[in-house]
Nanobody, 124 residues
Framework: QVQLVESGGGLVQAGGSLRLSCAAS????????MGWFRQAPGKEREFVAG????????YYADSVKGRFTISRDNAKNTGFLEMNSLKPEDTAVYYC?????????????????WGQGTQVTVSS
């Protein structure tokens, strides 16, 4: 099982930015799909963004398009989620997850490994 360690969450004012990191250990990620999810209290876990590690194909939820940018560092086995123009509605625990296939899915149950989650709080 791949271990995912997240960092970069915190408190930020509306309009600010944060950069989340998801470092994977245990194996290389060339044949995997990495997704980012978030879950607010009382809400279902929702897909935010994701990419195929090998192809570079990137997907964003409509709610974050134009504000969030996903990227990767192959040498460090690390994915990044750059969050700009943050809104209070973005407040949630953010998770990275790894799927043992290259194809995109927005369903949490389709992912095989999960990070521990990092809290993002956007104040108004």
């Amino acid at each position: 099982q791949v271990q995912l360690v997240e960092s970069g969450g915190g408190l930020v004012q509306a309009g600010g930015s944060l950069r989340l990191s998801c470092a994977a250990s245990g194996r290389t990620l060339s044949n995997y799909f990495m997704g980012w999810f978030r879950q607010a209290p009382g809400k279902e876990r929702e897909f935010v963004a994701g990419f195929s590690w090998s192809s570079g194909n990137i997907y964003y939820a409509d709610s974050v398009k134009g504000r969030f940018t996903i990227s990767r560092d192959n040498a460090k086995n690390t994915g990044f989620l750059e969050m700009n123009s943050l809104k209070p509605e973005d407040t949630a625990v953010y998770y990275c997850a790894l799927r043992l296939r290259r194809t995109v899915t927005t369903t949490p149950n389709d992912y095989d490994s999960w990070g521990q989650g990092t809290q993002v709080t956007v104040s108004s």
